[in-house]
């Protein structure tokens, strides 16, 4: 149990809760999946790798020692691949209080560097994907007091060279989690977005920022000087997710050291970003 655990959350506060998280096999979803397991909820972990899904869930399981953390593999791409996966979620879960679409592709590439195919791999992943999520998962959903989250990015309110796939795809992600607040607010659905900055062992971070000069120079344009926690997202997840963020929806909220707060990078760096 961490230090959060003990002062900022009841041990128990999502005990008889049910999570779906997509992309919970790794990084900031997998620490998401790591604190709602150890506040109480049940989850279930969608991969495109069944190997890497079910290694996921054993360390969820031994982090907040439990058992019963469901490993599900599908390509958030292929719709029937969707519904087939909260099929098999829901049938040991029952139905859905939380939905994290947190899958996600990134590469650095200028537009000229990349085919067309390679810019809709990264719409596909990350916005259509976010949609099939959103629209098959509903029909699961615990109402009222079903709780939505996609993750975004900063790339979606900063144009940013070398993310021109990225950036699109996460503006699109914003726009639909606002256009689905409004639509499924009446139905007792929040749908909100969280927009982590530079996380550290992430697969993001090992991308974005892949040598030692490079993790420099994050730090030094981040308002406060370090990479935040997979844990603090998963924070973040929590406060959405529980009582406390009950009248909140249609929300982007930042957890990223300060780097969305203005311009405070060089331009045209990726470190202006992120
Ligand atoms: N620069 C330019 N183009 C690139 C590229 C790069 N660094 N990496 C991949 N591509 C292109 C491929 O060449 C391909 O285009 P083509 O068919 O015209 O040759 C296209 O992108 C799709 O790549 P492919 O590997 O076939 O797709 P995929 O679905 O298996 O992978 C990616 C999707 C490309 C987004 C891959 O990076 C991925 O799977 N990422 C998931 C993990 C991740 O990115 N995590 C970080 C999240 S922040």
Redesign the pocket.
Known sequence: MTAADQTTFRADLLRGKTAFIAGGTSGINLGIAKRFTRLGARVAVLGRNPDKARAAAAEIDADAGVSGTIALTADVRDYAAVEAAFAAAVAELGGLDILIAGQ????P?PAL???A??FK??ID?DLIGSFNLFRAGHQHLNLPGASLIAITAGQAVKPTPLQSHVCAAKAGINILIKTLALEWGPMGIRVNGISPGPIADT??MR?LAPTPEAEAHVKAVTPLRRFGRTDEIGDAAIYLCSPAGAYVTGTILDVDGGTGAGSFGSPGSLGGII
Not at 104 to 107: I, L, P, Q, R
């Open positions: 996600a592709g990134n590469f590439a560097g990349m085919s195919n390679a791999a990264v992943i697969e993001g991308r």
